[in-house]
């Protein structure tokens, strides 16, 4: 089955600076490359997805870069708020496995 | 709109006892999925229906079942509780597939 992994595990910026988490998988049939968002208590929500057809995908402070080949795909959030603090997951899709949630990187936001 | 909702929020169990966890969405979504989050973990799939009428097993099915009762519910069923399924539970819902997810608040079981 897939193998996703995350890196780092946890990672601590000051308010301002920028982040970036990367991704990798295994299975090369995976088409659809999404990162959710997780605060305290509450269900994952989507922040920012990515087609296997397109490289990189900005939208305000956010932006995901995908590389096929190599198997990884990274969030990058520039101008970090303290609200930006939760725990991230990578999910690669391909229909074969569904869904399959990497570790997670917790990220906290200094201020 | 309440998006995903699921019942209860929390639940004690013993160990061989059975519930039935609920979900429901009013988004109109064909896929519908359940998924169980360890501490420290990511979410693991159990089960999924790609649209009504239809379920699939997903990376931890053992020890559960699932219903999709109609295009709105999806229900999770443990038929004898064993304190290895103490965790928390999402369901989520997306239009078709490799689509946005969206997920309920959680139901926090914990089986003694």
């Known amino acids: 089955g897939e193998n996703v992994e995350q890196h780092p595990s946890t990672l601590s910026v000051q308010e301002g600076d920028s982040a970036v988490i990367k991704c990798t998988y295994s299975?090369?049939?995976?088409?659809?490359f999404p990162w959710y968002k997780q605060e305290l208590g509450k269900g994952p929500q989507l922040i920012i997805d990515i087609r296997s057809n397109v490289g990189e995908k900005k939208d305000q402070r956010i932006a995901v870069t995908l590389n096929k080949t190599a198997k990884h795909f990274s969030l990058h959030i520039t101008e970090t708020q303290p609200e930006d603090s939760a725990v991230y997951f990578c999910?690669?899709?391909?229909?074969?496995?569904?869904?399959?949630f990497g570790p997670g990187t917790r990220l906290s936001v200094l201020p | 709109n309440a998006g995903v909702t699921q019942t209860p929020k929390f639940q004690v169990l013993k160990t061989g006892q059975s519930m039935t966890l609920q979900c429901a969405q009013d988004?109109?979504?064909?896929?519908m999925y359940w998924y169980r989050q360890d501490p420290g973990m990511g979410l693991r799939l159990i089960y999924y229906s790609a649209s009504e009428g239809t379920t699939d097993k997903g990376e931890v099915p053992n020890g559960y079942n699932v219903s999709r009762l109609n295009k709105r519910e999806f229900s999770l069923r443990l038929e004898s509780a064993a304190p290895s399924q103490t965790s928390v539970y999402f369901c989520a819902s997306s239009l078709q597939g490799p689509d946005t997810q969206y997920f309920g608040p959680g139901t926090r079981l914990t089986v003694l």
């Open positions: 999910a690669p899709y391909n229909y074969g496995q569904n869904f399959v």
């Open positions: 299975d090369s049939a995976s088409n659809y």
């Open positions: 988004m109109n979504h064909n896929s």
